[in-house]
C-alpha cells in the first residue's frame, strides 16, 4: 500500500461551524436526522470542552504515526485533525509534541479513533482530544498512509473540510455541503428543545407533549395496576 | 412484542432506602452476603455523588426510547429511574430534557444500562446518573416495551420498588423485602469496618485479624525466601 | 494448585526509581525501546497522580483476595503493589482498609489488573490506584496464590522489585536490573523532547526536525492537489 | 456468601418440552412474545444439536466448580444442566467427566455462562453442551454456590423446572408456567411460518405479504431512481 | 429519520465479479492495495462457501428487520444483500423466510453486519451467509431506514452495485468503478502467489525471494546465538 | 525499536513433547498446577487436530508480518511457531505461503495471538493453526521485531525451546525444563481420571469421589426442600 496527501481541500464555513459547535453535539447531530455520530467510543480526556472546526485527515498504519506528521503540514487555523488507522489500533500515536505543532498553526483539537498519551501535559496546555484510548504505548515511523483522504469512523464518513464538533458527548461530522443547511435545523430544534424545556420544568409530561399517549394505544400498551399484575402473574 | 405499564407498586420504606444510601454501595452489597451488584459496566457521569431510592422501571426497545417517556408519569419523590433494553443498546436514550421531568417529579436520578447524552447539561443540573455509555446517538419512539416490570441488569434482578443505591463504585439493588433485614446487616458490617479501619492504622495486619494465617497453611501456601526461590527455579 | 510467597527479593534503587518517575511513563517507556507498558486496560481512579515504586507482586484466584492480605505483610516503604488474577476478573478485590494497611507500611500506590472498590475514599485519602475496573462486587478468602512471582499483565512481565511507575498514561515497568541504564536513557530523551519542544513552539515540522519528507518519498506516498484527485477519482 | 442447594423443585412437563424442542429455539421465542433468549453469547461446541429438557440451575463462583459437582446429584432423566457464575468467568469449569456422570442420569445436556474444555471428547461422546467460551484453563472446588435458585443469563431469568430449549440458533428459557401456553403459540407460529415460506418460494414478497408498504408511507420512507438520488446528493 | 429506497443503481459487471470469485477474498483485497476488507467481524455461519455479487444495500435501525423487507424487492439475479444498522445490533434480523425469498430472486448470498438465526436452516438450504453474530432474538418492523444508500462496515464504504466477494476469509468489498482493473491486479498477483508457492515447496525462504534480509539490516535487526542472548541478558 | 533474532536455543525433547501431546491439553496444564493456558482467545481453525512440538518465537508489530520471514528460516522439524505482536492485532498476518515454508521445513503448526487469512487453503493442506482471529487484512513487511526471545501471550510466558500443546481446547505452553516433570505428573493425572470415568460411569458422584460432602458442609452449604425454599422466600 502506499498513500496520497491531498492538498488545499475545499472547507465547510468557519463562521457556520462556530454556530453549532455553540449548540452541542447532540443537537447537530439530531438536527441531521439523527447522522453523523462517530460513536461512543472515542471519548473526551477533558472535562467539559467544546469544540468545532474543519477536517484534516489522517489515516495511519496500526502503531505508526508517520503520516499525522505529514497531516500537521496540512493543518491551519480553525482546522481539527481526525485521525484513524487501517486496522484497529489503541497505540498512542500522539502526544503534547504533535499538540504544540498544531497549536502553533491554530488547530483547534484532536479527534483520534486511536490512542494518545501525554495526557496530563494536553490537559494542562488546554489542548482537547477525543480518543478511542490512553496509552503510553510509543509508535514507529515506518508506513505510508494517507492525509486529506476520506476517513470512516464508527460508520460514518469523515472528508476532508467537513465540520467536526466534539463536546461531553462525543463527536460528530457534517458534511460540508450540508453545514449551512444544518445551521438552520439546529437552530430551529434548540429552539423546540428550550420550549420542552420549560414545559417539563412546569410539569408537562412528554406522553402528553409529543402526543404519546395514543402511539401506546396503537401499540397495545396496556396498563395495570400491580394487583392485577400480581394476579395475572400467579395463573 | 406488546407492553404493560403497571401502576402503584408497593415501595421498600424510604426512611430505610436513605440509612442505606449513607453506607455506600459496596458495604450494602457485602452486608447482603454479595449479591445486588449490577455489575461494572455501569459507571457515573459525575464524580462523588451517592443516592438511594425506590426503583421505577423501564425496558426500552433498542435505539427506542418511547417507554421512557410512559415511565415517567409513574415516577415520584424518592423514586430511582431504572432502564434496560431488550438488547444490548450503546444509543444515547436519556438526555437533560427527560431530567428536567424527573426533577420535577422529586425523581433522584437515573440508573441505566445503556446511553445517555447532554451529559454536560446532566452534571451542571446535578441530576446524578450512572450509565453503560455516553452517546450523542438519538432514538426514535415506536416499539412498545413495559414500565414497572422486573428488569435485570448484569444478572442481577430489579423489581418495581425495590431499593437501588449508586454511588461511585457503581449501582446495588435491595430487594423490597429484604431491605429492612439489609439495614441492620449493614449497619453491623460498617461498625466492624470502622474497627478494622483503625486496627489497621496502628498497624494489625489482616492475616492475624481474619485468622488467614491458618487458612494458607491449609492451602499448603509455602514461605521461602528469595535466594531459595531463585535456587528451585534453575533446577 | 497451591502457592508461594517469597520473602526479600532484591529491590531497584529508589532513587533512581524517583528520578523515573519524574520523567514520566511515556517517556520511560520511549527510553527502554518501547517496552515494558502494561497496556490501555489500567486507568487511574484520580486525576493528576505520578508515582514510583518497587513491586511486590500478588498473584490471586479470579473472585478472591486471600493473597493480597499475605501480600501486605511483605510491603514496606517505597514499594507498589501489583496485582493480577490467574483468570481474567473484574471483581472488587481492593478497597478503602487494604489501603488504610499500606499507607501504614509506607506503600506508595496499587496497580491492579482486576477490580477496586470505595473509590471515593481511595480518592479522599490519597492513596493512588491504577485498575482494570471499578466494581462494588465482593470477593472471598478462599484459595491459594502466590507473592512476590513473576507476573504478567498485558503481555508484559512484572517481577518483584522492578521498578513500576503509573501516571495519567498508565503504567511501565523496567526490570530491576535496566533500571540504572533507563535513568541515562530517560534524561537524554527528555532532553531531546524538550528541544523539539522548542522547536515545534517556534513553528519547525517533525516532518522536517526528523527527516520524514524522505520517508514518504522513499515509500512513494504522492502530494496531490484536490482537484486533481477529484478528477483521478472521478475516472 | 454462603448456600443453598434445593431439592425436588416442580417441573415443566417433559411431554410440552419435547414438542417444544421440535419447534426450535427462534419459533418458540417469537410466540412467547419475543422473551426468553440468552443471548448471542452462548453458542454450541457441536452443529446440528437440538435439545429441550428441564432446568436444573448452579450458580457458581468464577474459576470454581464445587457446585457443579452437587448439581449433578439434583439431576434426572430429562433435565438440562444450566450453569452460571456470580461474575464473568471464562475458565473451563465442565469437561468430559461431567458429562459422563450426567449423562449416566439421564440429563440431556449442559447451558453454561462460563466456559468448558475436552470439547473434542464431548462431541465423541455427542453429550451436547452450549457455552460461553471453550477454555483449557481449570478450576478449584473451594467456594459455595447454590443448585436450584433463580439465575440470570445475559438478562433473562432461568429458574429450576423451567423450560430450556437449545439449538444451532442459542438457547431460550420458557417459564414453567409458561409452557403449555407457549406450545399452542409456537405451532400456530409454525404453520403461519409454513404458509409464508410457500408464498415467498412462489415471489410473493414481505412488503405485500405483511402489509409494510403502508407502514413505509406512514413512516415517510421515500422512493428515488438512481438518477434522482444522484442529482439530490450533488446539490 | 425517515428513509429512501433507491432504485436501479448501476452495477458491476457480473462477468468481471465471477473472475473475482474464484480469485479468493484476501487475493482481491491485496490487488487493491489492502483495501476492501470489511474486517474479522464477520464470520460465515457455513464452512467452504466463496460467492460474488453486486450488492444491494439496506440500512436498518438495531432491533428491527422493516426495511430488509423493502430490499428484497430491490434485489435480483447475481446480487448480493448487504445489511447493517445505524447502531450496533446483534439481534436475529434475517432468517430462513427472507432466505427463501432471496432464493426466489437469483440472491447468491447475505452479508450482515448483524445478527442472524434459523442458521440450520440456512446451511440445509445452501444459502451462504456472513454475520456479525447468531442469536434468536427476533426484531420490530417500526422504523424508517434506507435501501441502496452507501453503507460502511467496519470503516469500509459500501455502495449500491459494487462488487461483494465473501469466502472463508471474511468478505471484501469492490467499489463499482476499480472491479475492471482490480481483474487484472488480482489475476496478475494470483500468478505471483502460483510462483512463490512453487518456490517455498522447493525450500526457499521468503528473506530471500522477497530481498528483507537487506530490510532487517537497514533496520538494525541483529542474529545473536543463544548463548551470546543469554550472556548479554544476565549482565 | 530494533530487535534481535536468536539463533539456536536449546529445545524441549521431542519424545516428552510427542507423550504431552497424546495427553491432550487440557490434562498437560491441570499436570501443571493449572498453568500454562494460553486462555479462551486462541481457537483453532480446524476441528480435531492435536500437535505438540517446540517453539519458535516471533514477536511482530501489528499490522506488520516481516518477523514471521525471520522465523521460517530458524524453525526445523518438530518446531511449532508461535507470533505475537507488540500491541494488539487482528491483522491477517500469515497465510497459506507462509504455511508452504514451514511445512517444507517440517514445522508442525502455528500458534497466532493475531489474525490469519486462507483458511481454507490451510485447511485443506492439512497445517494445524489457532489463531486470535481470521482476518482478509493484509500487512507490511517493514518494522524491526524479534526472533525466539520470550513471549507473552494472555498472561503465560512462551520461551523458545519450550513445549507447545495444541488442541480443541486451546493451547497450553509447558517449560522447557519442566517438560519431563510434566510427563510423569500427566500420565498419572491421565490415569486418575480413567478411574474417575469409570466410576462415574457407574454412577458414583464426585461429591463422594472427592469428599466434597464435608467441603459443603464447612462452607454452611445448606440443602433445602423447593417447599421450605418458597416458605423461607416469601417472608
Known amino acids: 500500500m502506499t498513500g496520497l496527501i491531498v492538498t488545499g481541500p475545499p472547507k465547510a464555513s468557519l463562521a457556520d461551524v462556530d454556530v453549532l459547535a455553540t449548540l452541542g453535539v447532540a443537537t447537530v447531530h439530531e438536527a441531521m436526522g439523527r447522522k453523523g455520530s462517530l460513536g461512543c467510543g ?16 489522517a489515516l495511519c498504519w496500526p502503531g505508526d504515526n508517520l503520516m499525522i506528521h505529514a ?6 487555523p480553525g482546522d481539527v485533525l481526525v485521525v484513524s488507522t487501517t486496522s484497529p489500533s489503541r497505540d498512542g500515536l500522539f502526544g503534547e509534541l504533535f499538540a504544540t505543532a498544531l497549536r502553533h498553526r491554530g488547530v483547534r483539537g484532536l479527534v483520534i479513533n486511536a490512542g494518545v498519551r501525554d495526557v496530563r501535559a494536553l490537559r ?28 470512516v469512523i464508527e460508520g460514518e464518513l469523515v472528508r476532508p473540510g467537513d465540520a467536526v464538533l466534539a463536546d461531553d458527548d462525543g463527536v460528530v461530522c457534517v458534511p460540508r455541503d450540508q453545514v449551512s443547511a444544518t445551521v438552520s435545523a439546529a437552530k430551529s430544534r434548540a429552539e423546540k428543545e428550550a420550549a420542552s424545556r420549560e414545559a417539563f420544568e ?3 409530561l412528554g406522553l402528553d407533549r409529543y402526543g404519546l399517549r395514543q402511539t401506546l394505544t396503537t401499540l397495545g400498551v ?14
Open 124 to 151: 494542562d496546555m488546554g489542548f482537547p482530544v477525543w480518543s478511542a484510548a490512553v496509552s503510553a504505548q510509543g509508535t514507529v515511523k515506518a508506513t505510508a498512509g494517507s492525509v486529506n483522504v476520506p476517513l
Open 71 to 76: 497531516a500537521v503540514e496540512q493543518c491551519g
Open 222 to 235: 396496556e396498563y395495570l395496576s400491580f394487583e392485577e399484575y400480581e394476579k395475572r402473574s400467579s395463573t
Open 202 to 204: 412546569a410539569g408537562e
Open 42 to 57: 472515542l471519548r473526551p480526556i477533558q472535562l467539559g470542552a467544546a469544540i468545532g472546526g474543519t477536517a484534516v485527515t
